[in-house]
């Protein structure tokens, strides 16, 4: 079965992606014992979770031509692979092994572990929705997908700035 997602379904699958990605830096908030590294985390779950505000907020102003199926789907498969490919391609697998990594390591070390493997949980978000980007018709709301590739591109952007500074 060829799957094309509409708009609705993309951001619907980006609304997990991001609630998933608060929890991810809750995790990492609890376990580190650096002040400022604490704040800087629990700043990123609030951005992870004002991003799924945002997300939802851009699924309710869809037009119904965005919201409407693009395939006949009466099994709801679409659904269900999109549901799959959020729990697992992006987020869940990863972030339980970068947490791990940046867990057994402490100071400085567990730091940068917990920065790099964050920046690459952001990158991999990023190349998700550029690959489900090409599965939104532009008629349907491929523009949607951009506004969420830049969301996950200023986070790789402060985690980067944020590893600077600790070799600084």
């Known amino acids: 079965m060829a799957y ?20 991810f830096y809750d995790r990492l908030a609890s376990k580190t014992t650096d002040r400022e590294m604490n704040r800087f985390f629990q700043d990123l779950a609030s951005m992870e979770r004002e991003h799924e505000k945002a997300f939802s907020s851009m699924r309710s102003n869809l037009s119904d031509q965005e919201r409407a199926p693009v ?32 867990e057994g390591a402490s100071g400085t070390e567990g730091t940068s572990k917990a920065l790099r493997a964050a920046i690459d949980l952001e990158k991999d978000s990023v190349v998700f929705y550029l690959g489900l980007k090409e599965l939104v018709p532009a008629h349907l709301g491929k523009d ?3 506004d ?21």
């Open 71 to 102: 395939i006949f789907d009466p099994e709801d498969e679409s659904a269900q692979y999109l549901q799959a490919l959020a729990g697992v391609s992006v987020i869940d697998d990863k972030a339980g092994e970068a947490f791990a990594l940046a």
């Open 144 to 146: 949607h997908v951009d």
């Open 4 to 23: 094309n997602f509409n708009a609705d379904e993309i951001l619907r699958i980006a609304e997990q992606i991001e609630r998933n990605g608060a929890d």
């Open 148 to 168: 969420i590739i830049k969301e996950e591109m200023s986070h790789i952007r402060l985690l980067g700035g944020k590893l600077t500074s600790l070799k600084g």
